[in-house]
Nanobody, 123 residues
Framework: QVRLVESGGELVQVGGSLRLSCAAS????????MGWFRQAPGKEREFVAG????????HYAEAVKGRFTISRDNAKNTVYLEMKSLKYEDTGIYYC????????????????WGQGTQVTVSS
């Protein structure tokens, strides 16, 4: 069992920055690929960024490439999402997820999910 707890979401102005954190517990975090997903009102949950178990590979959705950075600290059992140059369309609930199997950016491949943290971008 994996427990994931996100934090760091808040109201931010367009062009601003935020750093989200996801603290993991319950199993060997360093063995899991991790991902960030988001869900905007009325839309499906979508992949934002992912990182392999050792941090060696990262992958980003086109919409956030160059603005967001995913990283992890296995010693702290934590994965981060650094977000810069935020836009209105970045608004949504951001979820952290753990993938215990093969590396993937597909939502269905992720086994455990956090409760999410709200990010609201406004003027």
């Amino acid at each position: 069992q994996v427990r994931l707890v996100e934090s760091g979401g808040e109201l931010v102005q367009v062009g601003g920055s935020l750093r989200l954190s996801c603290a993991a517990s319950g199993r060997t975090f360093s063995s899991d690929h991790m991902g960030w997903f988001r869900q905007a009102p009325g839309k499906e949950r979508e992949f934002v960024a992912g990182i392999t178990w050792n941090g060696g590979v990262t992958h980003y959705a086109e919409a956030v490439k160059g603005r967001f950075t995913i990283s992890r600290d296995n010693a702290k059992n934590t994965v981060y999402l650094e977000m810069k140059s935020l836009k209105y369309e970045d608004t949504g609930i951001y979820y952290c997820a753990a993938n215990l199997g093969v590396w993937s950016t597909e939502l269905r491949r992720y086994d455990y999910w956090g409760q999410g943290t709200q990010v609201t971008v406004s003027s």
